[in-house]
Nanobody, 121 residues
């Protein structure tokens, strides 16, 4: 069971990127999916999450109005559209999954490898 994230890169402030995370080896049926990030010298922090149905989403205050999470259950993939990027968004972004919404937001069970996003000023 793997979560494979991709889409990171270098972008100028104000630009956009879209991250993708595909799950393999398991359908993660019923799982909430989401993203955490870790900036240099800082602890990992919650970014965004979405329920299995896609009917409920949650965002960190720092990204509200700029980031949008979505999912395609047929492709077992979750997306993070990041707009109006700021230098403080620079971090390694990790895709995550958990069967429970509460722990999805705080301590998700499944972690993928990270993808680096660098925003230049």
């Amino acid at each position: 069971v793997q979560l494979q994230a991709c889409g990171g890169g270098l972008v100028q402030a104000g630009g956009s990127l879209r991250l993708s995370c595909a799950a393999s080896g398991s359908t993660f049926r019923g799982y909430a999916r989401g993203w955490f990030r870790q900036a240099p010298g800082k602890e990992r922090e919650f970014v965004a999450a979405i329920t299995w149905s896609g009917g409920t989403t949650n965002y960190a205050d720092s990204v509200k109005g700029r980031f949008a999470i979505s999912r395609d259950n047929g492709k077992n993939t979750v997306y993070l559209q990041m707009n109006s990027l700021k230098p403080e968004d620079t971090a390694v972004y990790y895709c995550v999954a958990d069967p429970r919404w509460v722990t999805m937001l705080t301590d998700p069970r499944k972690w993928g490898q990270g993808t680096l996003v660098t925003v230049s000023s």
